[in-house]
């Protein structure tokens, strides 16, 4: 490892960045002045600037803690250190600077609450042989500062890795990283100096940070800050804090804050370890009732609803969010109000009672509308466009999610308009210049300048405008996920006889028009079910609803933490997935034998988390499955000859539960997912969480940040092992679930069951041809006996 330090800078860039790295809190911060506040009841004055309660009302009283701590010199900040990788900063595949595209830049941000003391960029690079023959180097900047230059060489070894120390004045909320090649400009003049001439920044560079936490305050106008950051581009993690007896509603309560929170962590990702009458080190939300004392701190005795927080009594710097309520009900308004602005300045909130809204069947907003064709620029963030400059560029990216549920019948296709713009510069090449269009990293069609075809060709030899400026691409659904991203790149050709001068031209421009579109109209809701990778990829069929209003969330009677954590993790990617949170979701203890709850169960989808020690539940749940618990073992159930006919003449010929029965049993350690149709509802479905034990349930989490785990996820079972990775199976039947009118539904059963409709049909064709052939027989007696007919009728 080679370690270069860039430490001769200048004195007015060093104090040019110091001035922005304390201006970034400030400047990062959200403006909350635009948010209006949910106005009090009748009767009641507007919060006081020093306790967040109506004028006139004593503050609430501060919570009472038997921790010792330091009152006279309360800490100001807290040493941390982090360490963000290029692949964190959205290059999951590193940056390539090749051909006519030497420089590239990466931006990444950290939290405002943070100050970096010290910073260190680990730079892993791979060099082609060609340009390091060049004895060329790379320039490295910050923020527009320079960092230095560094020699490019070749190396047999994998890669090269340098360690670089950068001033930590230099590094602010948002910084922009950029790389160059020094002599990139005469590169460009190569003409094949796109495959001769490569520099790969590899994923795993890393920069290394140290620094101070500040103590933010107890306002909550900050909120979510100091919990999670927008900012921060590594995964962040709340602690969940609960007193020794846990509710039914405090989870629920727990589970609406966390699909929030999955909701504003996005793509970085989020976790919610639990602890149960203990503090956490750094930040944590508290669920608790008015006068409960947890871990030595008592909750303060207030009447209703209620928002407070507080410094943690382990460390001041840090904060607890407190979530209180009397009952279930108040502690799921108190964890509501918390999703909505808060322009409250002070640490507290009596929270007046609200209507919760409910949400309609594939209401997500984060899913793409099926109702109409939605416009590509509707999909855009507010940092991108539809527009680029010059040859070199990255390909614009359009992405969208949809609900997996998606089904059209064979032969139809999903229309995809696109309307774009090439320069009209002259020494382009328009034979061989293309907009070239992917969807998913599949490559779709190359879309030409030109029209193509002979009368075309013959009218633009002529002089005549012969630009092709509009297609519609038809997409098959094959190629629609839960996730997509439409890759939509100009590959920009100039001709041979180019001047160098215009391949760094960024003054031309190439555009997709603002009223291209993607129609799913067409679409319908329709599926089979149950299927894994609907669940992993986006909590489906629970976000059919997306607050899950008809979904319950189930645990054993006596649930432990990591079973609790677990839970709140999956309603974290939930809200993830959907971009709203689990506002109407149900948590229940155990199997219910009768009464409301079982009614609940009843019209609901169920969401499962349990491990094998929890037998009475597990058996409660799984014995109408297709499932079974033999102490802390589970497996599968050996189908009988009559499921055997009924698959078969369905046309299901490929269950494994033999072979899911082998795999449980030959697997000590394992955690993963069953699913299966509700043995309440027949139109229901049930997913499980299972693992064998806290250890393997807690490894969950971080599967899931796995793509190639989730991409393994299907079918009704999946096992993940530490040893095998993930291994899938389907063991028992699928059911039709969705929008489809009943005639449209004898046409879909024919062409799913071809066996069934055989067997049907050479029963029909043996009726009717026994049927013809008796009354054949009986019309050729007839013929052959007439004097048998005169006989008979003679005696009448």
């Not at 209703?304 to 927080?309: A, D, E, K, V």
């Not at 190629?479 to 160098?500: E, S, V």
């Not at 072979?659 to 499980?688: C, H, I, K, Q, T």
Request: aromatic letters at 8%; one cysteine or more.
């Amino acid at each position: 490892m080679k370690k270069l330090i860039f430490s001769a800078l200048c004195m007015t860039s060093l104090l040019t960045a110091g001035s922005l790295a304390w201006a970034a809190p400030e400047s990062v911060t959200q403006d909350s002045s635009a948010l209006s506040e949910i106005p009090p009841p009748a009767g009641v004055g507007q919060p006081n600037s020093a306790s967040g309660l109506p004028a006139g009302l004593p503050p609430l009283p501060a919570p009472i803690t038997d921790v010792p701590v330091q009152t006279s010199n309360v800490p100001l900040n807290q040493p941390l250190s982090s360490t963000v990788s290029v692949a964190q900063m959205g290059q999951t595949n590193g940056i390539l600077l090749t051909g006519g595209q030497l420089q590239s830049g990466i931006v990444f941000t950290l939290p405002s609450d943070q100050v970096i003391t010290n910073a260190r960029l680990n730079l892993a690079l791979k060099v082609s042989p060609a340009l390091a023959a060049r004895n060329t180097s790379m320039q490295l900047m910050l923020n527009g500062q320079p960092l230095g230059t560094l020699p490019l060489s070749a190396s047999d070894a994998a890669s090269e890795e340098y360690q670089l120390d950068i001033p930590a004045a230099m590094v602010v909320s948002s910084n922009n990283l950029s790389f160059k090649i020094n002599d990139a400009d005469q590169l460009l003049c190569e003409r094949n100096s796109a495959s001769q001439y490569q520099v790969t920044i590899l994923p795993a560079t890393t920069l290394s940070l140290e620094g101070q936490q500040l103590n933010t305050g107890n306002t909550l106008r900050n909120f979510p800050r100091p919990f999670i950051d927008p900012l921060r581009m590594t995964p962040s993690s709340v602690a969940m804090v609960f007193g020794q007896a846990v509710t039914p509603g405090k989870v629920s309560a727990a589970a609406i804050l966390s699909s929030w929170m999955g909701i504003q962590t996005d793509y970085r990702g989020i976790s919610f370890p639990v602890l149960r009458n203990a503090m956490p080190e750094k930040n944590g939300i508290v669920f608790a009732k008015p006068g409960e004392n947890i871990a030595g701190l008592t909750v303060p005795q207030v009447k209703g609803p209620t928002l407070l927080m507080v410094d943690n009594p382990v460390n001041p710097v840090y904060k607890l969010m407190l979530v209180i309520g009397n009952d279930d009900d108040a502690l799921r308004q108190a964890a509501w109000r918390l999703t909505q602005p808060l322009s409250v300045d002070g640490p507290s909130l009596s929270v007046a009672e609200q209507t919760i809204p409910l949400s309609k069947a594939y209401d997500a907003p984060r899913w793409i509308n099926t109702d109409r064709p939605v416009r590509l620029g509707d999909l855009l963030r507010k940092d991108q466009s539809l527009t680029t400059t010059g040859i070199w560029h990255d390909a614009l990216r359009v992405n969208f999610r949809a609900a997996p549920d998606l089904f059209l019948w064979d032969g139809d296709t999903l229309p995809v308009q696109l309307n774009y713009r090439f320069p009209s510069e002259s020494w382009i090449d328009e034979e061989s210049s293309f907009l070239n269009v992917g969807l998913n990293d599949t490559f779709l069609r190359n879309l030409t300048v030109n029209k193509v075809g002979l009368l075309e060709n013959i009218w633009h030899r002529l002089g005549g405008d012969a630009r092709q400026e509009s297609y519609t691409l038809k997409l098959d659904p094959y190629l629609i996920y839960g996730d997509n991203q439409l890759q939509l790149y100009f590959n920009i050709k100039p001709k041979a006889t180019a001047p160098c001068s215009v391949l760094t031209n960024n003054n031309i421009k190439s555009r997709i028009e603002d009223d291209s579109y993607i129609d799913l109209s067409h679409t319908r809701h329709f599926t089979l079910l149950p299927n894994l990778s609907y669940f992993v990829g986006a909590s489906f069929p629970f976000t059919r609803f997306a607050d899950y209003s008809q979904t319950v969330l189930m645990l054993p009677e006596k649930p432990s933490d990591a079973e609790i954590g677990t839970l709140l993790d999956m309603a974290g990617r939930s809200g993830n997935a959907t971009g709203v949170a689990l506002n109407h979701n149900s948590v229940i203890f155990g199997v219910p034998n009768g009464g409301s709850l079982l009614k609940h169960i009843k019209d609901s989808d169920v969401l499962a988390v349990s491990t094998l020690p929890q037998t009475a539940f597990n058996r409660a749940m799984l014995q109408q499955s297709p499932y079974e618990v033999n102490g802390h073992t589970l497996g599968v159930k050996e189908p009988n000859m009559l499921d055997n006919l009924r698959g078969w003449l369905a046309g299901d010929w490929n269950r494994q539960a033999i072979d899911a029965d082998r795999y449980f049993s030959s697997n000590e350690d394992w955690r993963g997912f069953v699913s299966y149709r509700s043995p309440w509802n027949s139109a229901r479905l049930v997913v499980m969480t299972v693992a064998t034990d806290d250890t393997q349930l807690l490894r969950l989490h971080s599967d899931l940040t796995s793509q190639r785990i989730n991409a393994g996820i299907r079918g009704d079972t999946a096992i993940i092992t530490d040893e095998n990775g993930i291994r899938s199976f389907r063991v028992g039947a699928q059911f039709p679930s969705g929008q489809m009118q009943w005639y449209r539904m004898v046409i879909w059963y024919a062409n799913q069951h071809a066996v069934v409709l055989a067997l049907l049909a050479l029963l029909f064709s043996v009726v009717v041809g026994l049927s013809t052939f008796v009354l054949l027989k009986r019309h050729a007696w007839k013929r052959l006996n007439p004097q048998n007919e005169i006989r008979k009728g003679e005696k009448k």
